[in-house]
């Protein structure tokens, strides 16, 4: 197949492309240029691309989207990280519905749809909306694929959990204070953490792909487990200890509202995956660490 896919270069856009050139579809990566003047360039500030290249695609998947962990997040950051998706998911999505043979749509989207804390509240794809910033940075990432869908396209939103890979993301950097024996957990330690294996949440996708799909998508493991639990098996994982704290006073004033992310509890659950007969690799925390910290 023909895949065209935004936000190429990061961290699961690597790992995905990757997969599916192996696989032995034809890749074209998309590249930012202010006057587009090649089939792979875009503009996605002035809704520009390449129609052509859109008309003979097979599947479109976005990832693109300025960094959600930038700190501190100011105003300005945050409507960048809310710009940045919103104009690249419709650009896309106007494309699409302007071809006479709409391609399938992959577009990416968070955990953060259903707010910042849902307490114990197991959420699958059928849960209500959250609110707060990033969740309000979701629920228009997602309507604003709204014209593909009108037009009969399958459209798919990736609702992503924490993606656990030493490469990059989030454990990159969890992992830097128990190298000094100074992890432990965050806050009280009960808040559900939903994750997912780098490698699980890329077959997730290409499963998605090759399936009819539509709507949202929890990309989360099957078996979330809570801030303290994870705390002690990542220590586990790097042969340290996990026993100092951190107090949720001192996050919020060093990191602010990006704290709340931390602190808050959200316990996905992905029915839609597993009703498709979807298999994780990684079904357990101490798997998905044995497989991110070896990759």
């Known amino acids: 197949m023909l895949i065209v896919v935004a936000g190429a270069s990061g961290f699961l856009g690597t790992a995905l492309t990757n997969e599916l050139t192996a696989q032995g579809h034809l890749v074209v990566a998309l590249r930012r240029s202010s006057s587009p003047s090649k089939p792979e360039e875009w503009n996605p500030r002035r809704g520009e691309v390449d129609q052509a290249l859109i008309d003979r695609s097979d599947v479109v998947i976005n990832l693109a989207g300025s960094p959600i962990s930038a700190w501190p997040r100011t105003q300005k950051r945050k409507h960048a990280i809310l710009r940045s998706r919103v104009e690249s998911t419709a650009t896309l999505a106007d494309a699409i519905s302007e071809s006479p043979n709409p391609a399938v749509c992959l577009s990416a989207s968070g955990m953060s749809w259903y707010g910042t804390d849902r307490g114990d509240e ?9 609110t707060g910033f990033l969740a309000g940075v979701a629920h228009a990432w997602e309507s604003a694929a709204q014209s593909a869908v009108e037009a009969g396209a399958r459209v798919a939103f990736l609702r992503t959990s924490l993606v656990l890979d030493a490469a990059g993301g989030a454990l990159k950097l969890m992992r830097i204070p128990f190298m000094f024996g100074a992890g432990g957990r965050l806050g009280s330690g009960k808040q559900y953490f939903s994750h997912i ?99």
């Open 197 to 295: 294996s780098r490698r699980d949440w890329v077959t997730a996708v290409v499963h998605v792909m090759n399936s009819e799909i539509a709507g949202p998508v929890n990309l989360a493991n099957p078996n979330p487990v809570r801030n303290r639990e994870f705390t002690k098996a990542l220590g586990r994982a790097l042969r340290r200890p996990a026993v100092i704290p951190v107090p949720a006073w001192a996050l919020r004033l060093v990191l602010g509202s990006i704290a709340e992310d931390l602190l808050g509890s959200l316990r996905l659950e992905p029915t839609v995956l597993l009703e498709s007969g979807f298999e994780f690799a990684d079904p357990t925390i101490d798997a998905t660490l044995e497989t991110g910290l070896t990759s």
């Open 122 to 130: 197991v959420l699958s794809e059928s849960g209500t909306r959250g």
